[in-house]
């Protein structure tokens, strides 16, 4: 008798899917989102953002009115000595008072402190901008480098096996006597030179698989090939305006100067007086003598002005005013600097395309030659020697070729990140 074993249905629908559903190729879009949905600098920089709006509402509430309970109770003996003819007698002493203040006149200070929240507000939202800007370059040099280290591995790997078969050739071709050893001895050394190479690529590689993982969340399986340059400036002017309306480096300078010029009428605030609208409402027992019974009410307003501090604020508005000169130092430094860096990621993108077209085209015509070369020492026009050195340099130009792709698309989101795109 014979026995059968079925498979349940949703398994093999599962596993058929499996089969006939292979997985998906990575792309960069694909990896930069995923690298932006699972750095946590990004998410520690959004923190920060939302941390510095909640001060601009703590700033505002400085102007707003204030409502405060306080109470007390406790548990006594009061002996009034006589007085009034009263007696000892245990009580039980309790107050309790409500107080509405209304801000009427802060010298200024509560307008100062809401522009210096919200000028941390927009640094903390610009340096958001700079940690993704920052985590997409990285994501996209690392899918680079994962392409460019496993082609390197395939290209090495070739290079390995041209190389053992070409020293074979020359060992038959030493023991039949038709070339002298150091034929034999330039295939070794040259084998031994691309095994090195591949030990180092795969090392490469190992490094570069851990990054893209790290950044990712990712396995570094399948990446499609490095697409086209996104969308750029189309000239340098358009790209420096670009990075002066919207750079987030130079976007923190400016909410910085902001910032301290807030800080320093702030400061000056402090030699003006404050008033505020107040009303109090009060109840105690038991307080006085046995029995004591009191209600209050006062509706006013109430004034402060301190007119000698010590030099402390003088003292402050002068360090207040120090940080606004150093503060506009930093932004004029940074300002030069986002020129400076525009410049030469322009420069970059425009040197890196024309570098990947010579290596494109450097790659084809190395390729070519050594396939000429190859069939021209298999008829015995030239020596082995210069078989090795084609096939080295065919392997150097490929290579050089996958770095320069990378390269490119590098260059091509540095500048993105420069512009706050």
Excluded: C
């Amino acid at each position: 008798m014979t026995l059968r074993r079925t498979i349940p249905l949703p398994l093999l629908a599962g596993l058929l899917a499996s089969v006939a559903m292979p997985a998906q190729a990575t792309t960069l879009e694909e990896a930069i989102a995923a690298a932006v949905n699972h750095a946590p600098e990004i998410e520690a920089a959004g923190a920060d953002a939302d941390a510095a709006d909640a001060r601009i509402r703590e700033a505002r509430g400085q102007g707003l009115p204030t409502a405060t309970l306080s109470g007390t109770i406790g548990y006594g003996r009061l002996d009034p000595q006589g007085f009034f003819g009263l007696p000892a007698a245990n009580v039980t002493p309790r107050a309790a008072q409500l107080t509405i203040e209304q801000p009427l006149f802060m010298g200024g200070r509560v307008s100062a402190g809401i522009a210096q929240a919200k000028a941390g507000s927009e640094a903390a939202r610009a340096g958001e901008t700079m940690t993704r800007s920052q985590i997409v370059v990285a994501t996209v040099q690392a899918y680079g480098d994962v392409l460019t280290t496993h082609r390197m591995i395939a290209l090495y790997e070739q290079m390995v096996g041209q190389m053992e078969e070409i020293q074979r050739q020359a060992r038959l071709r030493f023991k039949a006597g038709e070339s002298p050893s150091t034929d034999v001895a330039q295939a070794a050394a040259r084998l031994a030179e691309a095994q090195a190479a591949l030990e180092g690529a795969r090392g490469f590689a190992i490094s570069a698989d851990a990054r893209f993982t790290n950044l990712t969340g990712l396995a570094p399986q399948d990446l499609q090939p490095i697409p086209a340059s996104p969308v750029l400036p189309a000239s340098l002017d358009e790209a420096l305006d670009s990075a002066r309306g919207n750079n987030p480096a130079l976007a923190q300078a400016e909410a910085a100067l902001d910032a301290a010029q807030a800080s320093a009428r702030g400061a000056r605030a402090e030699r003006l007086p404050t008033i505020g609208a107040f009303a109090e409402g009060s109840t105690v027992r038991d307080q006085f003598f046995p029995d004591y019974r009191s209600d209050a009410a006062t509706v006013g307003v109430r004034a402060r002005w301190q007119i000698f501090a010590g030099g402390r604020v003088s003292a402050k508005i002068t360090e207040s005013d120090s940080a606004v000169r150093a503060a506009d130092a930093r932004m004029r430094a940074a300002r030069a600097a986002v020129d400076e860096q525009t410049i030469s990621a322009f420069s970059g993108v425009r040197s890196a395309a024309l570098v990947e077209a010579a290596a494109s085209q450097q790659a084809l015509a190395a390729g070519q030659a050594r396939d000429s070369v190859r069939h021209e020492v298999r008829v015995g026009m030239k020596p082995q020697l210069d078989l090795l050195d084609a096939e080295r340099e065919a392997t150097a130009a490929a290579v050089s070729e996958a770095r320069a792709r990378s390269d490119r698309i590098v260059a091509a989101y540095r500048l993105l990140a420069l512009l706050g795109r």
